[in-house]
């Protein structure tokens, strides 16, 4: 079992900056893909960005040269640092995994999601 723990979600005006963590504790063998989902209220949850084991990064659209998913693989944890924020950011961001183990099939964890604002 992996337990995923997000923060640094909150409010902020249109142009700012937030920066999100997700980290993750277990028994697993390596996390393959981080990523970062988001959902905004009545619309369905969207993956906006997802970074290998080998550090590529790919990016929805609506947030390239605003957003920037980064990872440290001794710490387990993924960050997603949103630059120029917009009031259609607004939406519960969820962070994803997957994870490899020794003895058993990948698996897929979710976090809990953290609330971003962005007032105009």
């Known amino acids: 079992q992996v337990q995923l723990v997000e923060s640094g979600g909150g409010l902020v005006q249109a142009g700012g900056s937030l920066r999100l963590s997700c980290a993750a504790s277990g028994a697993f063998r390596v996390i393959n893909t981080m990523d970062w989902y988001r959902q905004a209220p009545g619309k369905q949850r969207d993956a906006v960005a997802t970074?290998?084991?080998?550090?590529?990064?790919n990016y929805t659209d609506s947030v390239k040269g605003r957003f920037a998913i980064s990872r440290d693989n001794a710490k387990n944890t993924w960050y997603l640092h949103m630059n120029s924020l917009k009031p259609e950011d607004t939406a519960v961001y969820f962070c994803r995994c997957t994870v490899s183990y020794y003895f058993s099939r990948p698996a897929i964890y979710w976090g809990q999601g953290t609330q971003v604002t962005v007032s105009s």
């Open positions: 970074i290998t084991s080998d550090g590529v990064a």
